[in-house]
């Protein structure tokens, strides 16, 4: 069975920047062939998908309260993807998980893909 590894958080002061990564690895598919998804839980439970890329990256999906703050790519080479996250705020505290959305150009995650979550990378806001 195939898992995805996140990594890239931490610690950062309201303001800072991170960038965050997702490699995937043992999967019966091939990375390219699916578009991929950033999703994040917040301390409560909450689940917010946030970004999405379709597979040959000609299309992005940005929720409301990260657009224009994160910029969403990926190395097929590498099969990595990654969330590069700027002017970052206390509201975006939360663990971070990536998952596949169900074809090349769908982004949709049954369950917001808890099935393929790695361990996530937790990302604090916080002065």
């Known amino acids: 069975q195939g898992h995805f590894v996140e990594s890239g958080g931490g610690l950062v002061q309201p303001g800072g920047s991170l960038r965050l990564s997702c490699t995937g690895s043992g999967f019966p598919f091939s990375f390219t062939d699916y578009a991929m998804n950033w999703v994040r839980q917040f301390p409560g439970g909450e689940i917010e998908w946030i970004s999405g890329?379709?597979?040959?990256?000609?299309?992005?999906y940005y929720a409301d309260s990260v657009k224009g703050r994160v910029i969403i790519s990926r190395d097929d080479a590498k099969s990595t993807l990654y969330l590069q996250m700027n002017s970052l705020k206390p509201a975006d505290t939360a663990m971070y998980y990536c998952?596949?959305?169900?074809?090349?150009?769908?982004?949709?995650?049954?369950?917001?893909?808890?099935?393929?979550w790695g361990g996530g990378t937790q990302v604090t806001v916080s002065s």
């Open positions: 998952a596949p959305g169900s074809d090349r150009n769908s982004y949709a995650m049954p369950g917001y893909g808890k099935h393929y």
């Open positions: 890329i379709n597979a040959d990256s000609s299309d992005t």
